[in-house]
């Protein structure tokens, strides 16, 4: 079918490794993602609920969840880059070639993050000056919806050559969308309906932090653990509704494929857990570290296993087509492969340093009362 020619440039690692790291560091993109859509959610919730009944402790839950989450989009972006040098490398000539045709709706993702990270830092200041951040978080929430939506959008046109010439033919230019297709709601919808899975599990979390009050506590444990346990059968249900929604010759190639059927069990099985850890810490509003940290733990490895599937969809999709990702040339360049290897573990050590250095910081006072703000000691 229409994809370009073959890239002259032989790979630079194995194939095989590409994919390993593609999958982890996409995992925890998508963790990141679903942490701040929940995140944004919890915000409009308590923000507004608890100024209509003036309840402080309430309003300090979203100051709590909210003063974190501009990190939080750091690593949003930070963790979105190496998956797409990846999907770059390995699908150059699927992604390149849908990226262009919706290139008006691609590029204004640059500008819809900068929007989102200042909506954000506004949503901190606004909470902070006791204020109403519900139409601020709720632009935000629909910002980071709309921007989730272009990537489920170009992530399923690169799976669709068959109808890149018509659409160039249409607007040359990159300014056109591409919608009808059934599989991309289900998509978009697995990775938000895990914002309340993952955003629920970040605020048992941050409920265990020693320096909060009792009643901020109990705000976020009751809304963190219903969210999440809801959260997590709304994502099964996803989750149906992504592989119904698939083509019959995929879903045959996924049955013969051991490595999506794994990620399919393994998310089955963690996600079940994580619906009952957090069902459990929500029910009773109690919650400790080990709880909340197998919560995180459980909710990675259903990520993890859902992004195994994926790939399944996605490799078979292509194959049917005429793209075999694993047929290219590769050369390993071993040296450059350690480099990476090495930063990579650098890296992971100095996120290590710097969680224990905030740890023995000063607490800050998160508290807002409502009409007079607590100066917060940052
Ligand atoms: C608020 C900002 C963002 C949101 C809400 C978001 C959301 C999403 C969603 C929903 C998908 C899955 C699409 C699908 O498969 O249907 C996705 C995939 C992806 N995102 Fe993000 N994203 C954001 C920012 C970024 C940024 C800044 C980058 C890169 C710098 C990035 C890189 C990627 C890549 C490369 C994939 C697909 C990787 C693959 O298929 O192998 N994202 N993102």
Redesign the pocket.
């Known amino acids: 079918m229409s994809f370009p020619a073959i890239d002259p440039i032989p790979l630079p690692a194995p194939i095989w490794l590409m994919k390993l790291l593609?999958h982890v560091t996409?995992a925890l993109?998508?963790s990141a993602?679903m942490i701040?859509?929940g995140c944004l959610l919890l915000v409009c919730w308590h923000n507004s609920v608890g100024h209509s009944k003036k309840s402080s402790e309430q309003v300090s839950a979203s100051f709590v969840i909210a003063r974190r989450m501009p990190v939080l989009?750091t690593f949003?972006?930070?963790?979105?880059?190496?998956?797409?040098?990846?999907?770059?490398t390995?699908?150059g000539r699927a992604?390149y070639s849908s990226s262009v045709l919706i290139g008006v709706s691609w590029f204004s993702?640059?500008l819809?993050?900068m929007l989102?990270y200042w909506l954000i830092y506004r949503i901190v200041s606004t909470i902070e000056g006791g204020r109403k951040a519900l139409p601020l978080a709720l632009l935000a929430l629909f910002?980071?919806?709309?921007?989730?939506?272009?990537?489920?959008?170009?992530?399923?046109l690169?799976l669709r050559p068959e109808v890149w010439q018509a659409m160039y033919q249409h607007s040359p230019s990159g300014l056109q969308g591409y919608h009808g297709d059934p599989t991309?709601t289900p998509?978009?919808m697995?990775?938000?309906c895990g914002g309340l899975v993952f955003g629920g599990l970040w605020a048992l979390m941050l409920s265990n932090m020693g320096h909060i009050g009792d009643g901020i506590k109990k705000y976020l444990r009751t809304s963190g653990g219903c969210m999440a346990a809801v959260g997590a059968l709304l994502q099964i249900g996803c989750a149906l509704a992504v592989t119904h929604s698939q083509p019959g010759f995929v879903t045959e190639a996924l049955g013969a494929n051991m490595l999506a059927k794994v990620g399919g069990l393994l998310f089955v099985a963690t996600i079940a857990v994580t619906a009952l850890v957090a069902g459990l810490q929500g029910l009773k509003a109690i919650s400790n570290i080990p709880l909340a940290v197998t919560g995180l733990l459980t909710a990675f490895l259903a990520t993890t296993g859902a992004?195994l599937y994926?790939?399944g969809i996605?490799d078979a999709t292509l194959l049917h087509k005429g793209y075999n990702v694993w047929n290219q040339p590769e050369y390993a360049n071993w040296s450059v492969v350690g480099l990476f290897l090495l930063l990579f573990v650098i890296m992971l050590v100095i996120l290590f340093w710097l969680l224990m250095v905030m740890k023995k910081a000063t607490a800050p006072n998160e508290t807002i009362t409502l009409n007079k703000t607590v100066e917060a000691g940052r």
């Open positions: 593609s996409l993109h998508f993602v701040l859509v989009m949003v972006i930070n963790l979105g880059i190496p998956p797409l040098l990846f999907v770059q390995l699908y992604i993702v640059i819809l993050v989102d910002v980071t919806m709309g921007i989730g939506q272009i990537y489920a959008m170009n992530m399923t690169m991309t998509r978009w697995f990775v938000m992004v994926r790939d996605r």
